[in-house]
Every structure is written in C-alpha cells, then in structure tokens.
C-alpha cells in the first residue's frame, strides 16, 4: 500500500483571495513504512509574500524569484503522488491549494477522497486534547528540534512519524512469515504425544520414609482413603 505524505506552505490561507504555493513537501510510504523517496519543490507564487506568511516559513519573494512557477513542475509532482493516498495535517487546507493550483494551469483536481486527515484521526482518538504536529511530537516524543520554522519537506517527514505512531505505530500490519523451523516445532507439538517409560523410574523414597508413610495411614483408620482403596 503506497501513501504519500504532503504538506505545503503558502503565502496566506485562501486560494480565491490570489494566495498561492510557494513550497511543496513530500515523503512516500510503502506498506506504512518510509521509502526514502521524497518529492522537495519551492515555487514562485509570482506575486508579493506577506510578513505574516514570512513569519511563518521563511520563504521571502527575494528567495523565491528564480524558482519555477507551478505549471512547470505540475506535472512532476502528479507523477510522484501518483494515485496513492495523501497524508495531510489539516488536509482541508492542502488540498484547497493543491486543487486550485491544478485548476488555474488546467489539470483534473485531486479527488478529496484521497486525503487522509491526520489533524482528524488525533482529535478523535484524544478528543480535547491539543493536535497540532508540534503537540503531537511532544505526545509520541517525536524530535522536531529542527523545527523552528515551518518547512515542507521537514514537516512530512517529521509528520510521517507521527502518522505512524497515530495508526498503531511503524509497521502495524506487519506479518511475520513463519521459518521452517517454526512451522517443524509447531508441528512437533500438534503431534506429539505423553508416551509411557519402557521402565519406570525408581522410587526415591527410603525404606525409613515409606515405613513412616504407612504408620501414619494405619493411625488414620477407615476414613483414609488409601485404607478404602485396600
């Protein structure tokens, strides 16, 4: 089963306002276990990047100037996503972007079905409790040190663990194949059975403690069992 866990960052939080991508993250799972493949891009939003947005990422339009607008690496990024599952933190957000990106250079959406919230799975399963990525960290002890500013690529990564641990840690459906040597002794032990000594062990009583044994049963007259048993 392969997933792809995405996050972007952006210059502001409403496409239909003009805000626009500015950098794409990606890290891809394989039977919910990292592959090592990751998708990384910085995108010119070709317009200005408020401080607010700034405060948030990092990413300034000096920074972003010569970097490729998003019609140009469309297409890259549909090839690497594929048709898996998208892992998102607050998918409503991405997805919003991601779509009206698509639309505006003339591409199919992404079908929402295919986003997995993760801001969703925590709020249900610590109602209550905070679920943001960094309040998650702190629950699964997740480093994140290295976040001091929101970044894409660092945030799948960092939230690919998280996802993990919310789904019942790293490799929940895994199945151990069993050995030839399990399946010999499982076998074994279906098959065997008590078998009888060809000749019985001797007894480690003394002749003293056996003596002692039948005094004491002979002083229990009738009601001893053993006397019944006679």
Sequence with gaps: MREIVLDTETTGLDPNSGDRIVEIGAVELQGHMPTGNTYHQYINPKRDVPKEAVDVHGLTLDFLSDKPVFKTVAQDFLDFIGDAKLVIHNAAFDMKFLNAELKWVGLTAIPWERAVDTLDIARKKFPGSPASLDALCRRYGIDNSARTLHGALLDSEILADVYLELIGGRQPDLVL???????????????????????????????????????????????AIWNKLS
């Design 177 to 223: 194949a069993e050995t030839p040597q399990q399946k010999t002794t499982e076998t074994t032990e279906q098959t065997w059975r008590v078998q009888a000594r060809p000749t019985p062990l001797p007894s480690r009583l003394t002749a003293a403690e056996k003596e002692a044994h039948a005094e004491f049963i002979n002083g229990m007259g009738e009601t």
